[in-house]
């Protein structure tokens, strides 16, 4: 048996396969990077790069604060065209029992060290001058950042070519085999680890990984400099995102360093196509336009679709597949991979060189999903 | 007798033959640079017919408004970028 041209094989140009590869390199391992299309081209092109803290669960917590903490490691590092701003979220609270919500979530972020301030209604409207007079207040989380993630998506893939990783794009992984992944073009790359960071296509190379689309539009506006200045996220979202079977739009908005207004979202299952629907289009900008009002009157330029890689308890699933050991999955990040991709590198270069991790990597283990091939 | 109507291009006042277009008001006052590129780049009209968006221009304090396509009124404040 000839020994294997490369130690990892990353399939997957995404922000998640590109922080992985960065990372895999800078421990000294051969990396290759096989990438289908183009770098950051998948859902990393399509979503929202919204740096984020979350919540939900204390494994989505533990792995958006060890990442966030990441991102700011190498912020300074961030070439111009990644877009870095540190804006902050505002998460909007309209009536007295999303109120009841921001203080449970201040209780729940205060406790684990993250810097958060409970915002009355006046200071809301401080804050955001552009939201609608009657909202009850909010909860400002300044950590929070956003960037432009195809961006960030490039420079962690020429970091890893710094450190001597080869890149394939162009080129499809057709099938992983045992030893490498077949390409499309019946080439072979051989590897000693193989990574599926192909997002919301992963199942496709990997059966039973129980990854599942979930499409989002967005749309993106004119520039408006002074309109907006911290991500806002209604917590309505409660009440209508974690619906894991009907459609939902939620209110959340980003300012862009160019002054451009990044306006979401909208969470669909079963829908496999890309097309712009105008149905949930308009109740989308209809529930962004109830909390800025103003924002009807701006032009928009652009909308489009996303999918997201979604798994039964929205958490990723990061580590070796249950059927392959040399197999690794870095896969169904859901609306979270931008934030939790650094985090997710780390993980898996600490499993893969079998190093005891910062956190723990039981919620994300392929292996917590019985149904996992 | 050709009726006029007077309007304000970035603090200046400027009169025009009733139905001009904002472009033509702007072009009147000297200025070329109509806005900015995101990169800081100067752009003007280039079309002409409300196409290429390349004229867009602040008014009465809305922003990216066409002024190839908005006819001038009395009293209207446009302004251009820098
Ligand atoms: C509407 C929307 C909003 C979002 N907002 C946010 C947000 O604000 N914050 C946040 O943190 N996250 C957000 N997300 C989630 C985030 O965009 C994703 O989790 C993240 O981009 C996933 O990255 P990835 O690298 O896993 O996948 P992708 O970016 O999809 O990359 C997968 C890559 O694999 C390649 N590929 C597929 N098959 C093959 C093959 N056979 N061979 C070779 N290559 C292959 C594809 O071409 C693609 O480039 C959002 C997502 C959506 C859809
Ligand atoms: S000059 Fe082209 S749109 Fe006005």
Redesign the interface.
């Known amino acids: 048996m000839t020994a294997p041209v490369y130690d990892v094989v990353v399939i997957g140009g995404g922000i998640v396969g590109a922080a992985c590869a960065a990372e895999c390199s800078a421990e000294g391992l051969r990396v290759a990077i096989v990438e289908a299309k183009m770098i950051g081209g998948g859902a990393t092109a399509a979503g929202m790069g919204h740096l984020v803290v979350m919540d939900d669960s204390e494994a989505q917590f533990a792995l958006t604060r060890y990442s966030q903490l990441l991102w700011e490691d190498v912020r300074e590092e961030l070439p111009g065209e990644v877009e870095y701003d540190a804006c902050g979220t505002i998460w909007v609270a309209a009536d007295e029992e999303e109120m009841g919500e921001v203080e449970r979530k201040q209780r729940f972020y205060s406790e684990r060290g993250v810097a958060v301030e409970v915002l009355d209604a006046r200071a809301l409207a401080e804050a955001e001058p552009n939201l609608r007079a009657g909202l009850v207040g909010g909860l400002r989380v300044a950590g929070d950042s956003v960037i432009y993630p195809p961006c960030a998506a490039q420079f962690f893939v020429d970091r890893a070519l710094q450190r001597g990783a080869a890149l394939f794009v162009g080129k499809a992984v057709q099938e992983i085999t045992l030893d490498g992944v077949r390409l499309r073009d019946g080439s072979v790359i051989s590897a000693g680890v193989i990574v599926n960071a192909a997002g919301s296509w992963s199942p496709s190379l990997t059966a039973g990984v129980d990854v599942k689309k979930r499409k989002g539009h967005l749309v993106i506006t ?3 400099p002074q309109f907006l200045r911290h991500q806002l996220v209604e917590l309505g979202y409660l009440k209508s995102a974690h619906s894991l079977t009907a459609d939902s739009v939620a209110f959340n908005i980003q300012p862009r360093r ?1 002054g451009q207004l990044l306006i979401g979202s909208s969470r669909q299952y079963e829908v496999n196509d890309t097309t712009v629907e105008t149905g949930i289009l308009s109740r989308m900008l209809s529930r962004a336009i109830e909390y800025l009002p103003g924002l009807g ?3 928009s330029l652009r909308a489009w679709t996303g999918f997201r890689a979604a798994t039964p308890d929205k958490l990723p699933l990061i580590g070796p597949a249950v059927a392959q050991p040399r197999l690794y999955l870095a896969t169904g990040h859901e609306g979270l991979g931008i934030t939790t991709s650094l985090g997710t590198a780390k993980l898996l270069v600490d499993q893969i060189v079998n190093r005891t991790p910062k956190i723990d990597v039981a919620p994300y283990l392929p292996s917590r999903v019985p149904a996992h091939g | 007798m050709a009726e006029t109507v007077r309007l304000v291009i970035n603090g200046v006042e400027v009169t025009m033959p009733a139905g001009s277009m904002v472009s033509a008001a702007i072009m009147k006052t000297g200025t070329s640079v109509f806005r900015r590129s995101v990169t800081g780049e100067p752009r003007g009209p280039l079309c002409g017919m409300g196409l290429c968006f390349e004229c867009r221009v602040t008014i009465d304090g809305e922003a990216h408004c066409r002024s190839c396509q908005t006819v001038c009124h009395d009293g209207m404040d446009v302004r251009t970028d820098e």
């Open positions: 004119d520039r408006y160019t009157k701006l032009s």
